[in-house]
């Protein structure tokens, strides 16, 4: 980074700088929710696969931690919803009303509570006490509709609201983009100062090679200038069959051997990779990350299409969220479009267990605290 980049970078640095040392001096108050929380993020502007993390980090507290799905709630901001104030998250909402991301986690698990609000310490206390909801200005156009008080909540993107302290702190790092290569806004990409990693209790590095040498993670861990008592894990994307965006979605179309694909997405190239393998992608439609589809958008998408009738037509999860909000995708869309799940998978033997258990001490120590500030 050269001389005029650094004066152009300074006040940007030196605000940052001055907020977080206001919340680790005690000048500005953070507090702590009623229940154990974790908080997933990064300091990456976009692409670090928060919201699989988050999935994946809801099948291990449900599957190999013993929590009732029903006891989980998943706080997020709703990045680009039109709503305002708290809202509890619906399976047959809206992306316009929730955001896709949380919209995508809710349809995956709907048994968790997932819900918005801007204000983290808000919804953290109205996911712990939902008979409230409803009952002030932020939370008066959201209905508590069968809601049990939370008993742990997954903070989504919520590593710079400092305001709420999390109990467990996740990181997230793109393997493709490591911070101790990037730079602050607007000459890089990084939205806070890569220093905030040795904040995190945990770090993951995220779209990692399936097999990664010691030597590697360790190197890894010197560049990032981790704490001894901090946990750096490695996990990679794994795409699973693809399935259709509408129930009248016809599986012969999977069989094509030609593909028509439209993204929306910070990063789409892994995907494009892994669609390559199987089908001749013949068009791809590049949008903006969270674009909102409209009728416009459709009708490219649809000439897309018409010119390879065979072709199946793909896109993300995410952007299957948003472009079911459009009214009136004609028939001929809706049954041959099908969506790429992902799931997040640990690399190395054994670091999925490691990773659990670490966070079953975590958790039980911060429940721990938490009985004993009740007495």
Not at 45 to 62: F, I, S
Not at 64 to 77: C, D, E, I, K, W
Not at 111 to 130: E, I, S, W, Y
Not at 344 to 352: A, I, K, L, N, R
């Amino acid at each position: 980074m050269n001389a005029i980049d650094k004066v152009l970078l300074a006040p940007y640095w030196a605000a940052l700088k001055i907020r977080h040392a206001f919340y680790d001096k005690g000048l500005r108050k953070s507090i702590r929710a009623e229940v154990p929380t974790i908080a997933i993020g990064n300091v990456t502007v976009g692409g670090t696969g928060k919201t699989p993390h988050t999935e994946l980090l809801l099948r291990l507290l449900t599957e190999q931690l013993g929590f009732r799905a029903a006891s989980l709630a998943v706080l997020s901001r709703g990045y680009k919803r039109k709503s305002r104030g708290f809202q509890q998250v619906t399976v047959d909402g809206s992306a316009k009303d929730f955001g896709d991301e949380p919209l995508q986690i809710k349809r995956k698990f709907p048994n968790v509570t997932v819900a918005v609000d801007k204000n983290r310490m808000h919804g953290a206390a109205l996911l712990c006490h939902p008979e409230k909801i409803g009952g002030d200005r932020r939370s008066r156009k959201c209905r508590n509709r069968e809601m049990e008080p939370a008993e742990l909540i997954v903070l989504d993107d919520a590593l710079q609201y400092r305001r709420l302290s999390p109990d467990v702190s996740i990181m997230l790092i793109d393997w493709n983009r490591p911070v101790f290569r990037d730079h602050l806004l607007p000459i890089g990409e990084l939205r806070d100062l890569p220093s905030r990693v040795k904040s995190a209790d945990i770090v993951i590095v995220t779209k990692s090679p399936s097999f990664i040498e010691e030597a590697e993670k360790e190197r890894w861990r010197k560049e990032l200038g981790m704490r001894e008592e901090q946990e750096l894990y490695f996990t990679e994307t794994a795409y699973c069959r693809m399935e259709p965006v509408w129930p009248e979605g016809e599986p012969r179309y999977l069989y094509s051997k030609r593909l028509v694909l439209f993204s929306g997405i910070a990063d789409d190239r892994p995907l494009l990779q892994w669609l390559s393998g199987d089908y001749k992608v013949l068009s791809h439609l590049k949008y903006p990350d969270h674009h909102s589809f409209t009728r416009s958008d459709i009708r490219d998408i649809c000439s897309a299409a018409q010119a390879y009738p065979t072709a199946v037509v793909a896109t993300t999860e995410k952007d299957s969220q948003r472009i079911r909000d459009v009214k009136q995708v004609p028939e001929t869309l809706r049954s041959r479009l099908f969506r790429a799940p992902i799931e997040m998978v640990f690399v190395g033997e054994g670091e999925q267990e490691r990773f659990v258990a670490s966070l079953k001490a975590r958790l039980e120590s911060a429940a721990s605290k938490i009985s004993a500030s009740r007495q």
